[in-house]
């Protein structure tokens, strides 16, 4: 049984996209469909002692209905890098394991200059992953050619290409997801319930929803077992 996640990229992800990440044999990035406005792709928030707090990419506004995740280009003009960099830190100062993370903030933040949304998120989520110990094989799904209708056809067709007969969504796929196209192409889907323990984390009330960052910064090498680690304890 072979393994794979079809996702598209976010901007430092919650801890359950590194979940799914973790379960799978191969991640798909799937980049090549319509990008949406105030999603997940250029926003994820944090949390301090005072509460959430949004970080969100600015990105170059020009027909931004009409184009695809991975040709969306960041807006530089604005000096956003710096101040997600100054907001982390200063919200984790107190944090113990900001010091650990903290050569990774800065490449991201202070020596990178990004230009392409899809290839920043992609490089922040692979950075985090090899963070946490994850080994699983990366793809872009416009690599491979692969056409299909939205029910999942298209799915199946890269589960072909990439000889993977199991497939693991989050919760709200089962909207939109042929249950009988996979049950005829001899591929199980399987859908991800979200559900993690509580860790010490700044302020309260407890915030699930927020960056893995937050994880990171707070567990350091406990982070894994508050995402997938305690269901093996």
């Known amino acids: 049984m072979r393994k794979i996640a079809l996702f598209q990229s976010n901007y430092i992800p919650w801890k359950g996209f590194f979940d799914i990440i973790n379960d799978v044999d191969v991640f798909v990035f799937y980049d090549d469909v319509q990008y949406t406005k105030r999603s997940w792709r250029t926003r994820n928030m944090i949390k301090s002692k005072n509460g959430t707090q949004w970080l969100s990419v600015p990105v170059v506004n020009d027909d931004l209905r009409n184009k695809m995740i991975f040709e969306v280009e960041i807006d530089n003009s604005l000096s956003w890098q710096q101040k997600h960099y100054k907001s982390i830190t200063l919200s984790y100062a107190k944090s113990p394991y900001l010091k650990d993370f903290i050569d990774n903030l800065e490449l991201i933040y202070l020596q990178m200059n990004w230009t392409n949304l899809s290839e920043m998120n992609q490089f922040i989520i692979k950075m985090i992953c090899e963070h946490l110990g994850i080994v699983t094989e990366f793809v872009n799904v416009r690599d491979l050619n692969v056409s299909g209708g939205k029910d999942g056809e298209r799915v199946i067709n890269v589960c072909k290409k990439l000889d993977c007969d199991y497939v693991i969504n989050g919760p709200t796929a089962r909207e939109y997801m042929n249950q009988e196209l996979f049950d005829e192409a001899g591929i199980t889907i399987a859908y991800k319930n979200y559900e993690y323990p509580t860790y010490r ?33």
């Open 201 to 233: 984390q700044l302020g309260l009330p407890f915030e699930h929803n927020v960056s893995v960052i937050d994880l990171i910064l707070n567990t350091g090498p406990d982070a894994p077992h508050y995402i997938w680690g305690w269901r093996e304890s």
